[in-house]
């Protein structure tokens, strides 16, 4: 079997025409120009930018047993869920541009469905960021490239290993799979193209409205003329139709950017929930350097969203005063004392908040009450013992919400766990269809 698999890599990694195999093209993507990019910046206010990551090939290829002609139990051991991915490097290099989108969203943008928007005193840093990507992309595609019979290698091997312990024995019907799955797996022009960065924009707000304004100016100099020629009536529908394109799209971004703000102070709130979550789980001040990263990315997030909601400038100036005491050494009545005002700051600014992000802001500042006025009694029964009260409170408070806790930590795994393989069919279906895949917006 292993003289088949050299002869179908041999095969497949031939290339008597003098084909793209060769010479692989690696960065195929529509590039815009510097010129292009820059004149569109000529203002600093609010745009829109977003990038994509098309992986351009299937990951992996279902083994459908039964086109093979292989048993009837093999059939329902494996045409019904055997999956064999094609090439382990190629998942994990989309994996990792994957996650440098997800970086790039967090650090930059807000999003409002179907837009992206970022602040005007970061698009450069957007947009360098986003031609780093494209660049990342190059050498991943590149590294499959120069690994492509390795990784063919690889995937015939384990797939001859696969069928030989679940059909042992089946000569015929074993090359008959690998012969078909070396057609099915994608040639060295397929990862050549694979894997591409498509980015939409930038495009500043502005110069949207500036482009309406200067058709409108066209269309009203038309209207002026007593008598129009043919060429002059096509242009006047022209200019009519491009009018009404930019005013559904400024609409949209009009009443996406008005939500953008609500949003933004939205998830303003829910960061101040885990801020608040987290430095209630140190009432001592004592942060370990796990905290101090997650705080250090909160407050980050945090600044952006201060770009596009003023509002949320005085709740981060409060949760940097509290970080401030937590950073020093502040005995624990000190480290107390400020998260207290930190927490009652809270209450009295959310106190008529809506949306999801305040909601969760609420419960977690109540929690923090109940949670400190169990330990102002169990601190009293540590002075003054009391046996009777004590059994009553592990009956009642103590035991309430220890249960609670622990039906909503098994609840979220609940939920984690369906949200994953969710994500995971998701991904599947959109890679199979050769598709963008679907990446959660921050």
């Known amino acids: 079997m292993t003289k088949l698999i050299t002869k179908l890599v041999a095969a497949k990694t031939s290339d008597p025409q003098g084909d793209l195999s060769a010479n692989p093209q690696i960065d195929t993507a ?15 206010d609010l745009y829109r930018l977003s990038i994509e990551i098309n992986s351009g090939l299937r990951l992996s290829a279902r083994l459908d047993a039964e086109d093979l002609g292989l048993d009837p139990h093999v059939v329902d051991e494996l045409a019904g869920g055997y999956r064999k991915a094609f090439s382990e490097a190629f998942t994990k290099a989309r994996n990792q541009l994957s996650g440098l989108q997800k970086k790039f969203n967090k650090k930059f943008t807000i999003y409002v469905k179907p837009f992206r928007f970022i602040d005007g005193s970061i698009i450069n840093d957007a947009v360098n960021f986003a031609q780093e990507i494209k660049k990342e992309a190059a ?4 590294g499959l490239v120069d690994t492509y019979t390795d990784q063919l290698k690889t995937f015939l091997v384990e797939l001859e290993q696969k069928l030989n312990e679940t059909i042992p024995g089946k000569k015929k019907q074993i090359e008959k799979a690998l012969i078909y799955y070396a057609g099915e797996f994608p040639s060295i022009d397929d990862f050549s193209v694979s894997l591409q960065v498509i980015i939409d924009g930038p495009v500043q707000l502005t110069s949207l409205k500036n482009k309406l304004k ?18 002059q009536k096509q242009e006047a529908q022209e200019i009519q139709e491009r009018i009404k394109t930019s005013q559904l799209m400024l609409n949209g971004i009009a009443q996406a950017v008005q939500q953008s703000r609500v949003a933004c102070l939205d998830e303003g709130w829910e960061l101040l929930a885990d801020l608040i979550d987290r430095f209630g789980a140190s009432p001592d001040g004592k ?35 509290l970080h401030e005491v937590m950073q020093g050494t502040p005995t624990p009545e000190q480290a107390q004392n400020a998260y ?5 700051f809270l209450a009295k600014q959310s106190q008529s908040a809506s949306g999801e992000g305040a909601e969760k802001l609420q419960k977690s500042l109540q929690f923090t009450n109940d949670y400190k006025a169990l330990v102002t009694k169990l601190e009293k029964l540590i002075e003054t013992p009391d046996t009777e009260t004590l059994a009553e409170l592990e009956a009642g408070q103590l035991a309430n919400i220890e249960t609670t806790l622990t039906r909503r930590v098994t609840n979220l795994k609940r939920l984690t766990k369906k949200a994953q393989e969710s994500a995971k069919y998701a991904n599947e279906q959109a890679v199979a269809q050769g598709g963008v895949d679907p990446v959660a917006g921050f």
């Open 287 to 321: 942060l370990t350097s796990k905290d101090q990263s997650a705080i250090n990315s909160t407050f980050s997030r945090l600044e952006l969203l201060e770009k596009h909601n003023p509002e949320i400038s005085k709740h981060l100036a409060e949760a940097r005063k």
């Open 340 to 344: 207290d005002k930190f927490s009652a």
């Open 30 to 44: 529509p590039q815009l120009s510097v010129e292009d990019i820059w004149d569109t910046l000529a203002d600093r």
């Open 214 to 231: 200067a058709d409108a100016d066209l269309q009203a100099e038309l209207a002026k003329k007593k008598r129009l020629t043919a060429k």
């Open 139 to 142: 050498s991943l595609r590149q």
